[in-house]
């Protein structure tokens, strides 16, 4: 401690603001020195604490001394911009109120599922916070008063998020809720949870600056509601999230009324009774489509076959495509690369593929980042990946019958590929690994992860020893060494400690591609 006292208040600020922000509380007591610097380092904008701005935070149910935190906002009355309560908290409704009042430039709340919000806490928080435009709350049954605070103050809302508890709103609900939208004029994000009424109409008639939509888990009849979309010009992005009541019909009013969408997200909808063609939707709808994601609809089928040249146009906007779905044959594939032909991120859950499918993908020049899972590549031939120059991010998942000649080939050919992650190959073992490390430039940056495979790292690193030369090879943990710049990263088969064999296991294609998102931004 005598040696941190003599060091300048520059350094003693940088290694304040690497501190948690628990510590710097703790630090603040420490002496009056201390205290100035971490109120100094609170109270500029620009401060940041392990990787995230000042600006934001949330309270958690283990947050220690609050009440000090609550002092310390008061007394020099931060620029906070975000402050989120996402689980139960100790905290009385006084403290509160006083973190509320103390944040000056607060523009965006957070309440989680299990918070409690009174429609007084509401009216509370939204006077006395004007610039406040982001909300997201979670509604119980009988929530007409908290409708009506919100609608009291809908003008300055711009983004909201609400859940709804109970499975159906009775009759007072339905109509606050309806008033709501009737004044959210400035609205431009939303996200709707467990909404349960005939339509949305009002949404889409009078929320004319909304660009960016989210329906999870509403059983609405999108059909009458989506006749009034075509107010919603400025809308970019919408999605659907276990939908059953969205058919082909209200996605084609859809597509007709807001021609510009860029993003549509499909994740477990349409009823189960409906045969939705949404190839030909697509195509004659959204063409300026920049992402499309499509998880799980089993009752969707992507027929691309079928359609005549007049009817179809190609996907000159799209760069990021997610399919996750069994519907989807080696021939719709091919012609959806060919009508996609600037995609840079591809994402592929499918039963089977063939020869001509993988040429198809190997001629998106523009291809970045690649994720396949494919349950047979006996009789597949993967060469056309390594034409892909462009390539920088690879994953294999599923693929029990990977060749090492493949991934050797691919070391030594795909010249600015950063990242490797194979998932369930147990065919992969330690001599494939070493072949193509070993052909790999080692002062390169690389990065290689292993899941469920037949590679064990302590076997590995024996048979690269004798390779290693000037290169250094370490262990750094138990599941990572690393070669020169090469980093080797393996899990054991069934090892729960792995995010992403869990996420494999579960089925769960959007969580996993997240995670993996992770590992490709090493």
Known sequence: MAALVLLPDELLLHIFSLVDLKDQLHLRTVCQRFQSLIDLLWYDLESVNNGKSHSVFNFESESANCEALCELFASKRPNLHHLGFPSPLSLSKEVIRKLQSACDHLQSVQFGENVTVDSTDLKVLMKNSPTITNLCLVLPPNSQQLLQVLTAFSLQLKGLELEFENEKMNAKEEIYFRSLFLQCKNLCELSLTCVNINDLSCLFRHCRHLRNAEFHHCSTSFEFSFLDAVHCHRLKRIQFDHCTNLTSNA???????????????????????????????????????????????????????????KNRKNFVYLNSLWIHSNVLSSKDLIRFCEMSINLSVLILFIENTNNQAVVAIGELVNLSTLVVSFHSLSKTDLSPILNLNSLQHLAIINSSEIQTSFLVSAALQLASIRSFYFADCYHLKNKSLVEMIVSWDVTKPFFLRVCRSGVDLKKLMKRLQP???????????????????????????????????????SNDSVALFNSLTSVFNY
């Open 251 to 309: 996605l084609e009013l859809l597509g007709r009324k807001c021609s510009f969408i860029e993003s549509l997200e499909l994740f477990e909808c349409f009823e189960s009774n409906e045969d939705a063609d949404l190839g030909r939707i697509l195509s004659k709808h959204y063409f300026h489509l920049r992402s499309l994601k499509i998880i799980n609809n089993t009752e969707a089928s992507l027929n691309f076959i079928g359609l005549k040249k």
């Open 467 to 505: 390779l290693s030369g000037a290169s250094k090879l370490e262990e750094y943990s138990n599941e990572e060494i690393r070669f020169g710049s090469i980093r080797i990263a393996n899990c054991a088969h069934g090892d729960i400690r792995c995010q992403q064999c869990q996420l494999i296991q």
